[in-house]
């Protein structure tokens, strides 16, 4: 892995500046360690072989006191520059990947990548704090405080500081060649550690049944042996894995204890002065710290490197290119025309749309009927512009679609999808969707087209608030809310996908009567399997399962 | 507090290990604390050059330290993370044995998957508070008071501000930080919560948000609510870093104190040149422990929240109560009789079902009819002995099953639920769950009366073909025929069907039903349904609403008069596929 992803420079413009911030009080740090020590040194040194008394060191000590302050001042520095731009990043790294999402829109969006992508824009995100906070400050601090260390002590003597400049490398040797091996032996463990807790939560849900076959006592016993098994293994692992650990800090404890004991020697021999000794024997660990910091906060990094990888795979996606024509002919008057489309998404082998052709004429209301899996839904996805024909075209009179600016071509659709989705909010924010400006009564009066009555009969009317996914209403409920939102939206085109799925046929019978007011006076396609719909349609579309390629 | 006791004694077991991770841990600290002590020695002593053999036992003292702190340190680990992980162990089965009482009546996350999994991960996060709270910060205090207890054979007065910054730092800063961390993650939490819910929004109902023309607007509400959460995470970072700077202060403090003091003392004589230097310096050692508290006081936080979710459901309440002398099961055949049933969920105000009768004789097959929310499932429940009634009784040949105990219960009436679990293993385990001992041709046998042999067979691995987590590799219908396929292989005396055409679509559900119906023929069977094709072929059949029976005879008695079974039979009729 590289240390520092340029992609993040260009991604999350705050970086450049938090660099500069981490360099800056990096310096300082360097500066004032090499400061304290210098200090201590000379006034140790000065009480114990001089007979300084407190008065003569007067000066000294104050400057100590300030070293100390600042020493505080750019403790609490580093921590507010590395959470505030931490949060700044995760804002504008979030906000890129889902206005990146969006204009790849619902075609690229697919239902197993959308779980992927809300992980991503939250935890993803938040795995960044490692990285950030942690990570980023401590690579600069290992790279300026021992080279500040190292040639203070190299001035003051040479031989301790040849005995640093030896041993300081073979850290960040120790720490790749253990790291990798205790890696390698990682990553297989945490295979076997997601695939315990997998375990674990296959048996707790499906408890129930566990109970019902008499079998939730036997697993007791497995739970406890597999439990068993892993704490083993996973000793095993840590045992090779802290081992990085001790190496390092055996390298470091070792090159203090060699360090000390040289200087301690020729101190003895007369070859060194007593500041001198102490000042090298307070600046040695200093070298190893941060590089020692470094290798623990590595691996608090390494999540946060993985999910910002992840982000910018999403961020690099092309967007297809987008029409701008905005001269939409009048659906009124113009037709809409599929002309022999055929539509493939990306790692699939069969073509979800072969060869397909479809006329809707002004005020024209089709049925779309046919075998699961045919591309029914594909067909009307085609038409509200989320996936693009890859073989022929569709035509809005005389346009081709695909040269219309998307957003002016939606505002002339009204699309109710498979699964329509009702969003956290009161029930008159949802049927607003389309149109945010609509006033109280025009949402009573779209729900009371849509069959969705019962809304006025709620304590608090249009302002009853709705869980996540409209929790709290029936299927059919919420299926009428969001027809509500179509007949608000007012557009001469409407596309219903499946629109009575999942409804019982209580529910069916009222949704129905609102869609053939809908459908009067405007041009609609649906896409159903169920024969009550056919007959509030004036033509009956038949589209076959896509012939298997030879 | 309570939190941190319920930890330890969930740790009682690994006492011994804990115990041996502190000292090991505190001995680390003290090596590295001695190493710079002696080290210091060592340098002012030879600077009075003494001859060489007086320093042989300090720099014998300095290798060894420095060797025995890696080695320590390493232990100290290893032992604290074996402590974990037997924490986890006891930790994990004793929530599975609550579980196993009270699920799932008694535990409302049954029905929903996060929350469970939520659990599971609490519980891992309760061994993460010993790794991560207890072991640092007794550490630190055992080390802590080692350090002040050797300054203060050496200059008590430095001792004295030694104890003072390092109390200091090891309890005023934490404290501040879980204050002022109470205070913005009680504002970060709703921020979080908001931006999350509109990002899932975002994503999982992009078709809706875009087709309508929402999409731009939502993603400005979104990066202002971020905005807005950035603000508050840099003024969370504003505590976080006054708690930093704080223990730079109190370390760097602790020099200087005992810097001051020393210098005085020798100078008046009091204290002899040779120890200064150790006296100054063993603060700068001594703070690595007290560092270490500052973000164990966040991971407590953190934990003390999974703690309080694990804790709530060890002491929950079971839904059912076990006889204590349970009496013998009585022999088949078996006739299962309902009288006067009321029953209500835990935590209901209103009972789920209210004065129900019924009786099941063996092999005879009724039906239960009724909307949602009519109570069906609750009867379903009450009869496995997931619920208990609160009024009325069930009785298993005359027997009050409440009297009988629940496994036996079970052993005799066996339920193929709505949303049957399918484990994450193979098609062929998956059904031998009912009965260990069936052979390879019993299942095959049974896959055939779910007309699911000939697409078992199809598949390139067979019944080996792994069903993958929660049944996601097999279509719904699938699913509910291997679950089906393991309640007849289990072949119970009695049997109850929850709505298995539940969740599947209407074509998929009526020829469902139809095998199913075929399949229990002659077996004792209550059937839970909301569809009523097929259901002539039952012996009787009840419509419940609201708890209440409000009709019952048989299928062609009910059709033939005027009311809601007829009313019901009408609607489904007219939305029959004429195709």
């Known amino acids: ?550 | 507090m309570s939190s941190l006791l319920r930890v330890l004694v969930f740790a009682r077991a690994v006492r011994g290990r804990l115990a041996l991770a502190v000292l090991t841990g505190a001995l680390a600290l003290g090596a590295a604390v001695g190493l710079m002590a002696t080290s210091a020695w060592l340098i002012s002593r030879a600077a009075e050059h003494p001859p060489i053999l007086t320093l042989m036992v300090a720099i014998a003292a300095v290798r060894a330290l420095s060797i025995g702190r890696g080695v320590l340190r390493y232990a100290e680990r290893l032992v604290g993370h074996g402590a974990a992980l037997g924490v986890l162990r006891e930790l994990r089965v004793a929530v599975w044995k609550r579980l196993e009482a009270i699920a799932p009546a008694g535990l409302p996350e049954y029905r929903s998957g996060d929350l469970l999994t939520r659990l599971v991960a609490d519980v891992d996060a309760v061994a993460d508070v010993l790794l991560r709270v207890m072991i640092p910060a007794a550490v630190a205090a055992v080390a802590g008071a080692g350090t002040v207890a050797l300054v203060y054979w050496l200059l008590p007065s430095a001792a004295v501000t030694l104890l003072a910054t390092m109390l200091f730092a090891a309890v005023a800063v934490p404290w501040l930080i879980a204050r002022a961390g109470r205070r913005t993650e009680q504002r970060l939490v709703p921020l979080r919560g908001r931006l999350t819910a509109l990002a899932v929004e975002l994503i999982h109902g992009a078709p809706d948000l875009i087709a309508f023309g929402a999409a731009r607007r939502r993603l400005s509400l979104l990066a202002s609510l971020d905005g807005e959460l950035a603000k508050a995470q840099a003024c969370s970072a504003r505590t976080t870093g006054l708690a930093a700077g704080l223990t730079a202060l109190a370390a760097g403090l602790a020099g200087w104190a005992a810097l001051a003091l020393g210098i005085s003392a020798v100078h008046s004589g009091a204290f002899s040149g040779v120890a200064l230097a150790v006296v100054v310096l063993i603060p700068l050692a001594a703070f690595e422990g007290v560092t270490m508290l500052p973000p164990a006081v966040q991971h407590l936080q953190r934990g003390r929240r999974s703690v309080d979710r694990v804790s709530e459901v060890l002491d929950r309440v079971a839904p059912v109560r076990e006889a204590a002398a349970p009496v013998a099961l009585p022999s088949a055949p078996y006739t299962v009789r309902v009288v006067g049933l009321r029953a209500h969920w835990p935590g209901a105000g209103t009972p789920a079902l209210n004065g129900v009768d019924l009786e099941l004789r063996p092999g005879r097959r009724v039906a239960v009819v009724g909307s949602s929310g009519s109570g069906k499932t609750t009867l379903v429940s009450v009869l496995v002995r997931f619920l208990d009634p609160s009024a009325g009784q069930v009785t298993l040949n005359g027997t009050d099953i409440t009297t009988l105990a629940s496994d036996d219960v079970r052993c005799v009436i066996k339920l193929c639920a709505q949303d049957g679990h399918l484990f994450d293993t193979t098609i062929e385990e998956n059904v031998r769950l009912a009965r260990r001992s069936a052979t390879p041709e019993a299942v095959r046998a049974v896959l055939a009366q779910v007309r699911l042999l000939e697409w078992v067979d199809s598949l390139p691995e067979g019944a080996q073909t792994p069903v993958g987590e929660h049944g996601a590799r097999v279509s719904g219908g699938q699913r509910q025929r291997i679950a089906l396929a393991r309640a007849l292989l289990a072949d119970p005396p009695v049997l109850l069907l929850d709505e298995p055409a539940e969740h599947l679509d209407l074509a998929t559900a009526d020829v469902l039903t139809a095998d199913l119906l075929a399949a229990t023929a002659g077996r004792t069977t209550l059937f839970v349904t909301h569809r009523l094709a097929g259901l002539e072929a039952v012996d009787e059949v009840i419509v419940v609403h609201s708890g209440r029976v409000i009709q019952r005879g048989s299928h062609a008695a009910l059709i033939a008069v005027a009311g809601p079974y007829r009313r019901m039979w009408d609607r489904e009729r007219a939305a029959v596929d004429p195709v």
Not at chain 1, 96 to 103: F, S
Not at chain 1, 182 to 200: I, P, V, Y
Not at chain 1, 267 to 291: D, F, I, K, Q
Request: charged residues 20%; aromatic residues 4%.
């Open chain 1, 1 to 550: 892995m590289k240390p520092l992803d340029r992609r993040l420079l260009r991604y999350a413009r705050t970086t450049r500046t938090y660099l500069a911030d981490c360099v800056a009080l990096g310096l300082a740090v360097a500066g004032l360690l090499i400061a304290q020590a210098t200090l201590l040194a000379d006034m140790i040194t000065g009480a114990f072989l001089d007979g300084r008394s407190l008065s003569d060191l007067r000066t000294p000590m104050i400057l100590l006191g300030a070293v100390v302050i600042g020493r505080a001042l750019v403790a609490w520095m580093q921590e507010v520059a590395a959470f505030r731009s931490s949060a700044a990043v995760k804002a504008q790294l979030r906000s890129r990947l889902l206005e990146h999402t969006v204009r790849l829109g619902p075609g690229w969006l697919s239902e197993e990548r959308s779980g992927e992508l809300a992980t991503l824009a939250i935890q993803g995100a938040e795995a960044l704090d490692g990285y950030f906070s942690r990570y980023l400050p401590q690579l600069v601090l290992g790279c300026l405080v021992p080279t500040a260390v190292l040639s203070w002590v190299l001035r003051a003597d040479l031989v301790a500081g040849v005995t640093i400049a030896l041993t300081l490398p073979l850290i960040p040797i120790f720490m790749v060649l253990v790291g990798r091996a205790a890696q390698r032996k990682m990553d297989r463990q945490w295979g076997t550690l997601s695939l315990l807790a997998e375990h674990f939560l296959d048996v707790v849900a499906g408890l129930p049944t566990l109970k019902i076959f008499g079998r939730a006592a036997a697993q007791t016993q497995t739970i406890t042996t597999i439990t068993g098994d892993y704490a083993r293994t996973t000793m095993s692992t840590l045992r090779v894995s802290f081992l990085s650990a001790l190496v390092l800090e055996l390298l470091s404890a070792l090159a203090v204890a060699l360090v000390a004991v040289a200087v301690g020697l020729r101190l003895l021999a007369g070859e060194l002065g007593l500041s001198t000794a102490l000042l090298v024997l307070m600046l040695t660990p200093e070298a190893y710290w941060p590089l020692r910091q470094l290798g623990i906060h590595y691996h608090a990094s390494v999540e946060g490197v993985a999910a910002a990888q992840r982000i910018f795979a999403v961020l690099e996606t092309p967007v297809p290119p987008v029409g701008t024509r905005v001269d939409l002919p009048d659906l009124a008057s113009s037709a809409v025309r599929v002309e022999d489309v055929t539509v493939k998404y990306p790692g699939r082998a069969e073509p979800a749309l072969q060869g397909a052709s479809l006329d809707l004429l002004p005020g024209e209301v089709v049925a779309l009927v046919g075998p699961s899996g045919c591309g029914k839904s594909t067909l009307a996805a085609l038409l509200v512009g989320f996936v693009r024909p890859d073989r022929g075209r569709v035509l809005i009179g005389e346009r081709v679609l695909a040269e219309l600016d998307l957003d002016t071509w939606r505002r002339q659709v009204a699309y109710l999808p498979q699964h329509p989705r009702l969003f956290a909010g009161t029930i008159a924010d949802n049927v607003r969707l389309g149109a945010h400006l609509a006033s109280d009564d025009e949402v009573r009066r779209a729900l009371h087209t849509a069959g969705a009555g019962f809304v006025e009969r709620l304590p608090t009317g249009i302002d009853t608030p709705l869980g996540e996914r409209g929790s709290g209403l029936s299927a059919g409920q919420r299926q009428r809310i969001a027809l509500a939102r179509t007949f608000l939206r007012d557009t001469p085109l409407v596309i219903l996908d499946e629109p009575t799925s999942g409804l019982d046929v209580e529910s069916e019978a009222t949704v129905l009567d609102a869609m053939r007011q809908l459908v009067a006076g405007r041009t609609a396609l649906l896409v159903t399997h169920r024969p009550a719909l056919l007959t509030i349609a004036d033509r009956v579309v038949r589209l076959d399962r896509v012939a298997v390629a030879a």
